[in-house]
């Protein structure tokens, strides 16, 4: 047991200073698709300062801490095991619902933005100033990346440039099909940059309301499906407290108990999920 204590630990110790002191280069170099998923999460969340490493490494830490204290509670090895896995998940699991918030509320405002944006340009302003004006007058929650936009074009003088940064900062799909969209309009130019403009508020308006709706229908089958999967394992952690009752889990027989439930929760769980699903937006325009 001290051995494996051990061993844990000094895991997370190496991947919190690697996070840290690793050179910028060899991380990008060395990205897999743990890193890769880890750093759009990242991006989708809006979070900062963080690096994938760090995440990751906190996600260890958490379930290794949740697996020590279960263990010793219980005494009993699977439950200890099956509990750290499910608490390493929970970085994940808050990571993801905060993008599906930071997304959601996007969606509504991206409309507000392009009227914006049309209303400088009809009032005389060129596009990259129209852009840099709705970090100064735009919707709360969008004004940063846009004042950020602002300061990278006054700096560089790159109009393309400074859209792959806003695109970055953004990490949007539908940021991406407006960012997009301006750049086409900018090297198009001409006349009917206003009647694109509209036609595309009213477009991202009519989605957002549309996919609103839906959301709100499938919030039931959602919430059922968490409920369903939250329940028994809940049952398992009050049991966890009655020792001679948790103990009959601490042999082969019942660490396979556990097993066989926990890929029934997950296959079931992901099935509904799959069932209700609504199609995700791509960012195929990053």
């Known amino acids: 047991m001290g051995l494996l204590l051990g061993l844990f630990f000094g895991i997370g110790l190496l991947l919190i200073i690697w ?88 969606r509504e405002l991206w409309p507000d933005v392009v009227d914006n944006v049309a209303s400088a340009v009809r009032a005389g302003l060129s596009l990259s100033e129209a852009l840099a004006q709705v970090g100064e007058r735009g919707p709360l929650p969008l004004r940063e990346p846009f004042k950020r936009f602002g300061s990278d074009y006054a ?54 309301r549309t996919r609103s709706e839906l959301e709100s229908r499938q919030a039931w089958s959602v919430n059922g499906a968490r409920v369903a999967v939250a329940a028994p394992w809940l049952v398992l952690g009050l049991l966890s407290f009655q020792g001679d009752v948790i103990q009959r889990y601490n042999s082969p027989m019942g660490a396979l108990i556990i097993g066989v439930g926990a890929a029934v929760c997950v296959i079931a769980y992901r099935l509904m999920l799959r069932i209700g699903r609504l199609p995700e937006p791509e960012r195929v325009l990053r």
Do not use: H, N
């Open 19 to 106: 996070s840290f002191v690793a050179p910028a280069e060899d991380r990008v170099r060395s990205d897999g698709r743990l890193v890769s998923k880890a750093r759009d999460l990242l991006a989708s969340a809006g979070v900062e300062g963080v690096t994938p490493g760090a995440f990751i490494g906190a996600c260890v830490i958490t379930g290794f801490v949740a697996f020590v204290l279960m263990f010793l509670v219980t005494a009993a090895l699977p439950v200890g095991a099956v509990f750290g896995v499910m608490a390493g998940g929970v970085p994940v699991a808050l990571l993801k619902a905060r993008a599906r918030k930071r997304l959601a509320e996007f």
């Open 155 to 208: 700096s560089t003088g790159r109009f393309a440039d400074s859209l792959d940064r806003l695109k970055e900062r953004l990490a949007d799909p539908v940021g991406d099909r407006v960012v997009e969209a301006l750049r086409i309009a900018r090297e198009v130019g001409g006349g009917d940059l206003g009647r694109l403009l509209r036609s595309l508020s009213s477009f991202l308006r009519d989605d957002a």
